[in-house]
């Protein structure tokens, strides 16, 4: 069941971006169990795609993730090491600043370089999977919102015109809950991103050379990639309002233009967003409370996690806990301010890291 169509979601908009590393906030015995997973969805993906022979545009190019600022290569430094000896991935490496030039053309202090990273067109992998899964015999409901769950006698998810009883439930909503779980929904924050494309770039070649997908280290992220008709694909300027920016195109294109200013000028044709959301661990909240699932909060990351996400939901329903436990065992914790303030708290965190952004770089 869905509030509009089965691909309705920001994230399946968004440039896909993937990568198999985990951050630094856990620990290394923690890291070691979610970065194992992490690469377990990666290969259920690529596994899906095959399988179900969906058309995506699949680009195993790797993925940068350039530095803005001169301490950003300390921390790199010290990933690549964490990443080769703790976690037993060696597929990281640190670029200087000409290799990094040499993968996208923008003068960034240097880069992180994941090889098995890359990117791919989420839409048309998420309508793969809605096209796999009907013919596997599912039904989907499209336009049919969950307004409530009643558990008083098992449970019962009331729509507009009618309810359905169900042994289970998973609340797989994301930042388009809507009031369903006021808990669940207080581990994540609704933020806005917004997305460019640009006319189909003559150079796109030269623009980024690796074709690899890119993001930068800064605390408000740009992103960007080449989609398969040679657009630059950006993403930058995050808001934290659930209102959009009155243009979308004005809103991103000084991010674009400060990174790459050989574009300065250039045709946009599309220009989009939406909402995904956030928790404050950046790890996607998974959990259960009693027969009622969740699984949401992947932090811009959506195409690897909420894939593996479904699978270990899938298999903890069936009676198999041992990595959805794992998983559960990350639980974020609640945004301060509960419903009321936590919108506003967030807001004026998140410009202070904004404001540190501007005067770092």
């Known amino acids: 069941m869905g509030c509009l169509r089965a691909q309705w979601r920001a994230d399946d908009r968004r440039p896909a971006q993937g990568s198999g590393r985990a951050g630094q906030a856990v620990r290394p015995r923690t890291r070691q169990g979610t970065v194992r997973p992490r690469l377990r969805g990666m290969g259920l993906v690529l596994d899906m795609i095959e399988r179900h022979a969906i058309d995506c545009d699949l680009r195993k190019t790797g993925h940068l993730v350039c530095a803005v600022s001169d301490g950003d290569m300390a921390w790199f430094e010290r990933e690549v090491e964490c990443l080769a000896t703790v976690m037993d991935y060696p597929?990281?490496?640190?670029?200087?600043?000409?290799?990094?030039?040499?993968?996208?053309?923008?003068?960034?202090?240097?880069a992180l370089f994941d090889a098995l990273g890359g990117h791919m067109h989420p839409l048309n992998y998420t309508l793969g999977l809605a096209r796999a899964a009907a013919e596997a015999g599912v039904t989907i409901h499209e336009v049919s919102p969950a307004l409530r769950i009643d558990r008083s006698r098992g449970i019962r998810i009331e729509t507009a015109k009618g309810a359905v009883r169900a042994r289970h439930a998973v609340l797989a909503g994301d930042s388009l809950l809507s009031g369903i779980d006021a808990r669940v929904e207080s581990r994540i924050m609704p933020v806005g991103n917004y997305i460019v494309a640009?006319?189909?770039?003559?150079?796109?070649?030269?623009?980024?050379?690796?074709?690899?997908?890119?993001?930068?280290?800064?605390?408000?992220?740009?992103?960007?990639?080449?989609?398969?008709?040679?657009?630059?694909?950006?993403?930058?300027?995050?808001?934290?309002?659930?209102?959009?920016?009155?243009?979308?195109?004005?809103?991103?294109?000084?991010?674009?233009?400060?990174?790459f200013p050989q574009l300065k000028g250039r045709r946009i044709d599309y220009a989009w967003g939406g909402l995904v959301s956030v928790t404050t661990s950046r790890f996607p909240h998974v959990g259960r409370d009693g027969e009622v699932y969740f699984a949401h909060g992947y932090s811009g990351k959506g195409v690897i996690l909420s894939t593996l996400a479904g699978k270990l939901l899938a298999e903890a329903i069936s009676g198999e806990t041992s990595r959805f436990a794992l998983f559960e065992g990350l639980n974020p914790m609640p945004f301060p301010g509960g419903a009321a303030l936590r919108g506003p708290l967030y807001v004026l965190g998140m410009l202070w890291y904004a404001m540190r952004d501007r005067l770092k770089h």
């Open 91 to 110: 597929h990281a490496s640190v670029l200087s600043a000409s290799q990094s030039l040499d993968a996208v053309a923008s003068p960034y202090k240097g």
């Open 198 to 259: 640009t006319e189909p770039l003559t150079d796109a070649g030269e623009i980024i050379p690796s074709n690899a997908a890119v993001s930068d280290s800064r605390f408000v992220v740009n992103y960007y990639r080449l989609s398969a008709d040679g657009r630059l694909l950006f993403g930058g300027g995050e808001r934290y309002t659930p209102s959009p920016p009155a243009d979308i195109q004005a809103f991103v294109r000084p991010h674009m233009e400060q990174t």
